[in-house]
């Protein structure tokens, strides 16, 4: 066991290191913009004066380097800055707004939630769904069966997310009117109608990610299929079912959680076109919107969480893939 | 509650039926089939007969006038099954011997696939031939209705019909193809020179190069690509302005650049699997120089992997693409492209019960995304199949 933790932290202090590196480049690029932020947000028509005030106000007449620390700081204890929309409001205005609503935090915390409420009900359909789709196509494999699934899966990981939205639109919301598809999400919904509004994004997500998910469960099983003790088991007698749900689906677990993992990785990306299609009010569409309006502190916010996200995901999955698969542990 | 019934109804036939299926196959007076059904297990006769429902179901709604849509699709379905089909038929007998026992073996899906992407070359070549008018002809008659029947709010002069500002649908669907998979094109291609140059160098010279180079590649991946090039595109639409066409350029660049991290990987893995081979050893001992090393001796022996890669990169690379127009930040108007046109006319959807016609025009330019990538990753499938020898 003690190897297990070492090699879990040594994962962790990667990660954490990845996410440093992370963090300088998404500034770094930031920086890049042609003259500062100060006249990005009043635009062509300011003053010095008020130039100067606003960049004495955003710190932006320091070093970058003690920008970025400053920056960072902030971040780690939960201030991601302030917002453009709500400084350039207050400069025109000339008032300091008390009630926290300019801060990019205030803005991203209800929207994150609600993404995490999508994700959630996403995995809770697409992960037992391509389980169940991956064992059937693994005990009919080769079969008409088989084939369909492959054709079907491969389609729909190969469309275009709003392609495979607009679809279950015009089915499940036009044509036949049994979801709403706009998903506009409040505070003080109940859980059921909330859950009603989300369903035909999380659907459209679904089909984005079990293709993956079931090919892999698939592939794992059929792979074990040739192995000693599988033959064993079914000279023992064991019916077809038997054999692949108790004999080979534990050993094909460490490859099956890792897809899971990562494709909830991937899920992150998808969410950014899901969201902006049925206009879902998660950080996807906050993100679309601030890069339209180039509202960069919560681009960069934004950016940053995504990152965190798929970086933390993708520990996840290398971690239990370790710690499923005992033979990992020992590299040669 | 009607429905609940219903959905009973139909789980009791079919549970019921396929035992009743199995048992009335046992009691069959010829002998013969009688020890198929005997060993037959109750999942595929549940199987049989849920494929029979399916079948019904489909034949049934295929005649319902309110869903035309489900028709159109179930005769694309069939239209392109027989187009790859006739396409493989013609492969098997024209063309050089070599070329005639590729197609023998070919799966159709595989068929399907080469077929639509010559089409989609050939559309997207001869744009300005195929296509009634420009892309940026703008006429007087905004918001035609598609169909070309002047009683219904058509113009025989528009078959698609016309957008908000008065530009004929089927010229821009039309050139979308030359954009649309042009820019995709030349973005892998850079992304392919760029990935595939570093990686091999990488795997040549090895040592602080390849250590910079490979920790360089993992922080870059470790941002999800989408992400990451709408922030890049954030700040490049600040440095473009109001030129719309840099920024164009600009995103070519971007995802070109994040896109080589991946070609990058993998070649530098097939490169390493290469340079120690003695034939290497051999070159480098007759003091070949570095480019003689990676073009004529590594390139040559990466050449089938790199290959299907390239697939499968332009397939990320055009959704990347088309995500990022259909999110209004990649290729900017008047160029026609598909993903864009997609935002635009996605508003149609809701009139889909009153005149289908228009509500299929944003599926069209979608669908015209989703046939290309389906077509290319059976074919990156087929490629896959063949090089790596599997055969269950």
Known sequence: MQSVARIIAQRLGLGLVTLFFVSVIIFAAVNMLPGDFAQAILGQGATPEAVEAIRRDLGLDKPPITRYFDWLGGVLQGDFGTSFAAANFRSFTGAETGSGLGSVAAQVAPRFENTLFLAGVTAAIAVPFSLILGVLAALFRNSIFDRAANIGTLTSISSPEFFLAYILILFLAVLNPMLPSLSNIYADMSFGERLERTLLPALTLTLVVTAHMMRMTRAAIINLLASPYIEMARLKGISPLRVIVKHALPNALAPIINVIALNLAYLITGVVVVEVVFVYPGIGQLFVDSVKIRDIPVVQACCLIFAAAYILLNLLADILSILSNPRLRHPK | ?392
Request: aromatic share 14%; net charge positive; charged share 10%.
């Open chain 2, 1 to 392: 509650m009607s429905v609940w019934l219903h959905i009973a109804l139909w789980a009791a036939i079919l549970f019921g039926g396929a035992w009743v299926f199995r048992w009335a196959g046992q009691q069959l007076p010829n002998p013969r089939p009688r020890p198929y059904f005997r060993d037959m297990s109750y999942a595929v006769a549940f199987g049989f007969l849920l494929a029979a429902a399916a079948l019904y179901w489909t034949v049934q709604l295929y005649f319902v006038d309110r869903v035309v849509f489900f028709r159109w699709a179930v005769q694309g379905f069939l239209f392109f099954a027989a187009a790859g089909w006739a396409f493989r038929l013609l492969g098997r007998h024209v063309g050089t011997p070599g070329t005639r026992k590729l197609f023998r073996k070919m799966p159709l899906t595989a068929a399907f696939g080469i077929l639509v992407i010559l089409v989609y070359a050939v559309v997207a070549i001869f744009a300005d031939v195929l296509a009634p008018f420009g892309q940026e002809q703008v006429f007087e008659r905004v918001n035609v209705l598609p169909g070309g029947n002047p009683e219904t709010g058509g113009d025989p002069r528009f078959l698609l019909g016309t957008d908000q500002i008065g530009r004929d649908l089927l010229s821009r669907l039309i050139y979308g193809a030359q954009n649309t998979v042009g820019i995709a094109f030349v973005t892998t291609c850079l992304a392919f020179l760029l990935g595939a140059s570093l990686g091999f160098l990488a795997a040549t010279l090895g040592g602080w190069l390849d250590q910079l180079l490979s920790r360089g590649v993992d922080v870059l991946m470790a941002i999800p690509s989408l992400i990451f090039a709408l922030l890049l595109m954030t700040i490049a639409s600040a440095w473009a302005g109001s030129e719309k066409w840099l920024l164009t350029v600009y995103m070519i660049v971007i995802i070109a650049v994040l896109d080589s991290t991946r070609v990058f990987r993998l070649s530098r893995a097939v490169g390493a699997n290469i340079v120690v081979m003695d034939y290497i050893e051999a070159a480098k001992l007759r003091g070949e120089t570095l480019t003689y090393l990676i073009f004529r001796e590594i390139l040559p022996n990466a050449y089938a992997p790199l290959l299907a890669e390239f697939g499968l990169r332009f397939c990320f690379v055009f959704l990347t693409i088309a995500a990022l127009s259909f999110l209004g930040v990649g290729i900017q108007p008047p160029l026609a492209d598909w993903g864009t046109m997609v935002r635009d006319l996605s508003q149609f959807i809701n009139f889909a019960g009153v005149s289908p016609l228009t509500a299929a025009l944003p599926l069209m330019a979608a669908g015209a995304i989703a046939l290309l990538t389906v077509a290319v990753n059976f074919v990156v499938d087929w490629m896959l199949y063949q090089s790596s020898g599997l055969k269950d």
